[in-house]
């Protein structure tokens, strides 16, 4: 008998997520044989290699940014999703041929400054579609089709809008297993939604995989302005920048903070803008209180973390001690940039190693006893 997980339930909504919540001890010892059989199955992965020409941290994360999704026209349904707060974003719905009510449904959740237009966002969601899964990826607040919607800018907490997103997703599929997927801060998002609501979230989620996750904010804000980080510092605080001031919906929720914004880099940004228009007293606070680092711990979903030791924005040691939390399988590897892994040919029916370590992850059956069902 194949067990993709067991089931948690849902819970309040804040500014953040929900209140911490604690697992009881028979919560986690029901997901025990899931938990054993994908980390065995994570064992099985092949080792990533670098494309020749792409062996350098900074070469890995550019290639993963300029790969283009457009060998994937886009076919999505999109699916307005009213928030917590009154708010509103957008989800775009992949339905594969063939997709029955209990074959699996991932949501994806984009980086920062991307969307569902993402390449990363577009490769994993098609591979997925051709290994039978349905998929949502889902637009943060104002972000692709949500710019212009949402009267609130998006940010690395916004842990009940995921929930939120997934509550939907969960109502469409009644017993399909479901899991999230969560690049960079979208991953953030998703280990402080699972890790602070361990017992209310929908029982159809099932597994999470996280890429390059960013838990401690501060820490990796700091990071960027140090030595060729500082680039991309530049590059987030010009990209924010310059989509703030087209969106109008945003410009008129807090034009004197707009009129007021220079920002130099991420942390002048949070500062002079995000941290402010959603209430924290310092950009400090903003970062303390939006980290999964925090209640990481209380994760039970079944997940897997990838990341490498040369990302250049977020530090590998920030994520080596997870591999001491029972629930989360972490894979890093020596090379791949931040949600890069452009690989050398021949492992794979492409270059894309992290996309079908996802597909691995999210399409393989465990029985009740941890061992993976062929």
Known sequence: M?????P???GRSSRLGGSPSKPDAKTYRTRAGAIDGLHHIVERFPPFRPHGLLRN??????AGIVQSGNRFPYRATPLEIRLPDGDVTVMHEDRPFGWRPTSPTAVLVHGLTGCHRSPYMVHAAARLNDAGVRTFRLDMRSCGAAEGL???????????DLLAALRVVAKRCPVSPISVIGYSIGGNVALKMAGENPLRLPPQLRRMVVVSPPIDLQ???DRLSRGLARFYDRYLAMTHHRHLLR???LVRHAPNLVAALRPRGQRGFDAGYTSTVWGFESVEQFY??????HVVGNVRVPTLLIASRDDPLVPYQLLEPLTSQPAISVHLSDHGGHLGFIGRAGA????????????DFITAAVNRAGVMVA
């Open 2 to 6: 194949t067990d993709w997980g067991d």
């Open 8 to 10: 948690s339930s849902a």
């Open 57 to 62: 941290g900074h070469i890995q994360t550019m």
């Open 150 to 160: 949402s009267r609130m800018p998006y940010h690395a907490g916004c842990s009940d």
């Open 219 to 221: 820490h990796c804000v």
């Open 247 to 249: 969106t109008q919906l």
């Open 288 to 293: 303390q209180e939006t980290s999964s680092c």
């Open 348 to 359: 794979d029916d492409d270059r894309r190693w992290l996309d079908w370590r996802i597909v």
